[in-house]
């Protein structure tokens, strides 16, 4: 049984299939697909991500266009930005970067809810969230979707397995609950109020860690045999790293993902393949119309 769970790995195979799938919807349709991202601000982390994504975008054959604002824009300036991309036919992937700057922070769910459902890649659409409520994961957000890729596809059975993440955001944790349930798997969520987590995170079979803070999970706070998938990123000394003290659980652990060249390159992949599904079902729906 492989111990390192090469999500880097994954991401190319699936970034070379993607690349495929788009070529042959583009011969059938001569309609190119078009991610656009919508940056505020300039935040340095956002701005290496949009590099990213256009990078991976050029890979498998989608183009992308940034659409950079300055920090100070209102709201209305930033929804009228948003509808403007919605009625722009050659747009399928509308993506809005954040974090967003401090007097827009607040209206986030507004803006989100502004995207056209059909175009919102990031699965964080109000009727997204809603569909993956009833399972449909069509729309599902790319980490969570990442994640699962990457248990399935070193077979990891997730049925009836207690798996705790620790983490409860919209973009994280509270899509992973429904694609794990969904799965049959038993689910605990942890956050900043849950006492004793080490109680909890000693008791998982799977361990799914989103925290952003280094060195959070050692030996001493994980079952012998567990799978741990590392999804934080955070910065020591310039170098990138994740939450859990890989060399500390390497020994104990049944399986890990690295970090860098874990969970990051496959939400990528699962951007690409988000805008997959979204350009699939506008050609669909162009030729419904036809
Ligand atoms: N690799 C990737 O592709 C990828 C994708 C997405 C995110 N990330 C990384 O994952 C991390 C989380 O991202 P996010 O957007 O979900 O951030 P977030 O919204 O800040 O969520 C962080 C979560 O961690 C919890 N948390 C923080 N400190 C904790 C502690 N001491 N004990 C227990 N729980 C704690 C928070 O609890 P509360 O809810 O109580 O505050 C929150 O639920 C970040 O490092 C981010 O960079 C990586």
Redesign the pocket.
Known sequence: MEKILDGKALAQKLNNELKSEFNQLYIFSKIKPKLATILVGEDPASQVYINIKTKVCAEVGIESISIKHPANIDSEELIASIQELNRDDSIHGILLQ?PLPNHLKPHISTFISQISPKKDVDGLHPINKGKLFDYNEEYAP??PK?IIALLEHYNVNLKGKFTVI????????KPLIFLLLKRNATVAV?????IN?EKLTKMADILIV????PN?ISKDKIKKGAILID????RVNGKLC??VNFNDVFEKCGMITP??G???????SFLMKNTLIAYQNQIKSNLAKE
């Open positions: 954040i790319c980490t990442g620790i983490n409860r955001s919209n973009l994280v944790g942890c956050h900043t109020s849950t987590i989103a925290v952003g803070k959070f999804v934080g990123v955070s994740g939450d970090n860098p874990g969970i990051g390159p496959l939400t990528v």
